[in-house]
T-cell receptor
Framework: DVKVTQSSRYLVKRTGEKVFLECVQDMDHENMFWYRQDPGLGLRLIYFSYDVKMKEKGDIPEGYSVSREKKERFSLILESASTNQTSMYLC???????????????FGPGTRLTVL | GEDVEQSLFLSVREGDSSVINCTYTDSSSTYLYWYKQEPGAGLQLLTYIFSNMDMKQDQRLTVLLNKKDKHLSLRIADTQTGDSAIYFCAESIDQGGKLIFGQGTELSVKP
């Protein structure tokens, strides 16, 4: 069964703190993604990775960085958390699409981060 | 750029059919997806349709794709209270794995 796990369901941090969100998948997927979800805005892509040590900026990378040292793990880092980063963060993974293979992404349960 | 649009809310009565609509802009999309998000949870894949198909049926779910109008819909027959959730449509824009998601439609099912 497909499994994507995230390190915390709920997290409360203070402004200026460094925050690490961890995501692990057990499906040997090459692609991994970090999104944030805000009401009325849907999912917005922060960063994604096609392979170990590779990363690409998504639509809203400012204030975030990522790390992918192992294939199964993709970390999102908030270098200095701010209140406008209060949000739901979702991690996903997928196999590379192409031909008859879909780009189906499999999601973790999400981390609701509150920055005070 | 690529864009996917959905209305934000839909309310139906239990037992009725629900139709959730989505429009997209990228005509080169290969697959289009419907995901469901229950409260406090991540997104689960409901179904997908390949871009050369017009319709796909899966039990209570029917997906219709109008490529000319770039319009995708999800019909849920005999809607139940357990169908209350946020529904996202998404399109593949290239073969590199990125999906573009709509804003999500919150479906409320009243008994």
């Amino acid at each position: 069964d497909v499994k994507v796990t995230q390190s915390s369901r709920y997290l409360v941090k203070r402004t200026g703190e460094k925050v690490f969100l961890e995501c692990v998948q057990d499906m040997d997927h090459e692609n991994m993604f970090w999104y944030r979800q805000d009401p009325g805005l849907g999912l917005r892509l922060i960063y994604f990775s096609y392979d170990v040590k590779m990363k690409e900026k998504g639509d809203i990378p400012e204030g975030y960085s990522v790390s992918r040292e192992k294939k199964e793990r993709f970390s999102l880092i908030l270098e200095s958390a701010s209140t406008n980063q209060t949000s739901m963060y979702l991690c996903a993974s997928s196999l590379p699409g192409g031909g008859v293979r879909t780009d189906t992404q499999y999601f973790g349960p999400g981390t609701r981060l509150t920055v005070l | 750029g690529e864009d996917v649009e959905q209305s934000l809310f839909l309310s139906v009565r239990e037992g009725d059919s629900s139709v959730i609509n989505c429009t997209y802009t990228d005509s080169s999309s290969t697959y289009l997806y419907w995901y469901k998000q229950e409260p406090g949870a991540g997104l689960q894949l409901l179904t997908y349709i390949f871009s050369n198909m017009d319709m796909k049926q899966d039990q209570r779910l029917t997906v219709l794709l109008n490529k000319k109008d770039k319009h995708l819909s999800l019909r849920i027959a005999d809607t139940q209270t357990g169908d209350s959730a946020i529904y996202f449509c998404a399109e593949s824009i290239d073969q590199g794995g990125k999906l573009i998601f709509g804003q999500g439609t919150e479906l409320s099912v009243k008994p």
